[in-house]
């Protein structure tokens, strides 16, 4: 079975810090991994995928992930914090095909930016 | 292009009444979920259609949730008889049938009081 294992349910970052927000998987076939983004009162919204191919995929509004088969991570990162960058982030990884093209959602990372 | 529309955005309700959900998903896609989204248990799946025939309800909580896909423009989640515990933010995505990407619509957030 598929899961997702976010570490830190809540993440508090300085405006023009670093952005980390870590991700573990566990899959039974390989995987496809996303990360969506969930401004407040808003439904999830894609900001990242890995499919095959590249392992560093970047996304909307200067986000990119690693795709690490070894350590089974794909980590979210962004150089610089925006105060607009305050949100919930979740990691998804995709199922056994034959089980359909459902996502597991991780539990969420709540970003707060500070001034 | 029109996103994922969910109606109502907002439902206040009493308990023992009847709750309906409408989704009308991103036309060409032929994916349908719903999500139900609580502080306590995170996001939820409920169940999901692909090509309009339910594939997985085992995310449904129980026998007074109920979810119908008669087309492949709209969708609904049904609550009878809804009950307090039942008080979420409740999620439609939809997504094409050959990808794994799934596009959210706004979400129904439901109160039963």
């Known amino acids: 079975a598929q899961s997702v294992t976010q570490l830190g349910s809540h993440v508090s970052v300085s405006e023009g810090a670093l952005v980390l927000l870590r991700c573990n998987y566990s899959?039974?076939?390989?995987?496809?991994l996303f990360w969506y983004v969930q401004y407040p009162n808003q439904g999830l919204q894609l900001l990242l995928k890995?499919?095959?191919?590249?392992?560093l995929v970047k996304g909307i509004n200067g986000f990119e992930a690693e795709f690490k088969k070894s350590e089974t991570s794909f980590h979210l990162t962004k150089p610089s914090a925006h105060m607009s960058d305050a949100a919930e982030y979740f990691c998804?990884?995709?199922?056994?095909?034959?089980?359909?093209?459902?996502?597991?959602f991780g539990g969420g990372t709540r970003v707060l930016v500070k001034p | 292009d029109a996103g994922v529309i969910q109606s109502p955005r907002h439902e206040v309700t009493e308990m023992g009444q009847e709750v309906t959900l409408r989704c009308k998903p991103i036309?060409?896609?032929?994916?349908l979920f719903w999500y139900r989204q609580t502080m306590m248990r995170g996001l939820e799946l409920l169940i999901y259609?692909?090509?309009?025939?339910?594939?997985?309800d085992s995310g449904m909580p129980e026998d007074r949730f109920s979810a119908k896909m008669p087309n492949a423009s709209f969708s609904t989640l049904k609550i009878q008889p809804s009950e307090p515990r039942d008080s979420a933010v409740y999620f439609c995505?939809?997504?094409?049938?050959?990808?794994?990407?799934?596009?959210f619509g706004p979400g129904t957030r439901l109160t039963v009081t």
């Open positions: 995505a939809s997504g094409p049938g050959n990808s794994y990407e799934q596009y």
């Open positions: 899959s039974s076939v390989p995987p496809y």
């Open positions: 890995y499919t095959t191919g590249a392992t």
């Open positions: 998804a990884v995709s199922g056994v095909k034959a089980a359909g093209n459902k996502l597991t």
């Open positions: 036309s060409g896609h032929n994916s």
């Open positions: 259609f692909n090509n309009n025939v339910p594939i997985d």
